[in-house]
């Protein structure tokens, strides 16, 4: 591992993050900011999140959702300064919601912009960090965001200005490739909303409100009262699962039961192949009594006539909170 990986994540590999070690370009992620004395309050009334209590120098994981609580994306929020945040985002999903979120602005003293182009990210694997999630440093004029482990490999999102050295320029370290990162983050649980499962899904049914994604003692955002009712009055029926497959996942893709190939269950929400070339690992949104072990086989849709992969449920990496 680099020295510059190392500094991030101090402690040494295990075997089994060793050969998951490295950074990967993150081309398909972007950056919005929100400049301005109203940033913070604004995006109050816009997220999930409880924007006014994040620190500066802090991070968080949110949703923004459409009146009826269903995510159109979903974002990781940064706070550089008092007025200043920046929104990691989908880039499929990015040009809708700054649209969106501009549509609000009125008389607010703020400024949105797309200023994906003026910054590097990049996704770090490998080390053994015990800083708990969602926390963030800023590490050479970098800021680093630490994620959800996927696969027992400690991970973060690394982001600065253009002109920062990255970690890769600075010692000897492995560029993972787009697909081994995207596994390392469906085994990490937390999947992101895109053009692929837009206003598909509720916070809770990718389990946000499990992994810090939603605040519930925070005021209105759009679709606050449906993402609460889900959660207080106990209709949520889905969550999301990590699942294996025997051949390929995409995001979107329907999944069944196997005495029922009428209604489908769930829909996947990421997917990505496997390292050793053995299937694929996906995150599944699905009804909750599907994944009982009584209910029955899995399978994906089939494409052009054909059967659909069959899943396998794997242990969720984070544990659930209970409905309150």
Known sequence: MSSTLHALFPATLTNHSQAATGHCPLLHLGVIRAAGADAVAFLQGQLTQDVSLLPVQGARLAAYCNAKGRMQASLIVLKPSDQELLLVCLRDVL???LKRLSMFVLRANVKLSDVSGDFTLLGLAGGDSTAAPWSCREVDGAHVVTLYPGAGVPLALWLAPL??????????????????????????????????????????????????????KKGCYPGQEVV??????????RRAFVVHADGPLAAGQEVFLASDAEQACGTVAAAAPCPDAQGWDAIVSMQISA????????????????????????????PLLEDL
Not at 188 to 215: C, D, H, K, R, W
Request: hydrophobic share 45%; no cysteine.
């Open 95 to 97: 040009p809708a919601l």
């Open 228 to 237: 609460a009712r889900s959660q207080f009055r106990g209709t949520l029926k």
């Open 163 to 216: 002109s920062t050295p990255s970690p890769a320029s600075k010692a000897s370290s492995a560029e993972l490739t787009a697909e081994q990162w995207q596994w390392l983050t469906v085994r990490s649980g937390i999947a992101l909303v895109g053009q692929a499962t837009f206003e598909a899904y509720v916070p809770q049914m990718l389990n946000y409100e499990s992994v810090g994604g939603v605040s519930f």
């Open 291 to 318: 994944a009982q072990s009584d209910a029955g086989p899995l399978r994906a849709a089939g494409m052009a006539g054909s059967e659909g992969a069959a899943l396998s449920l794997l242990a969720l990496p984070y």
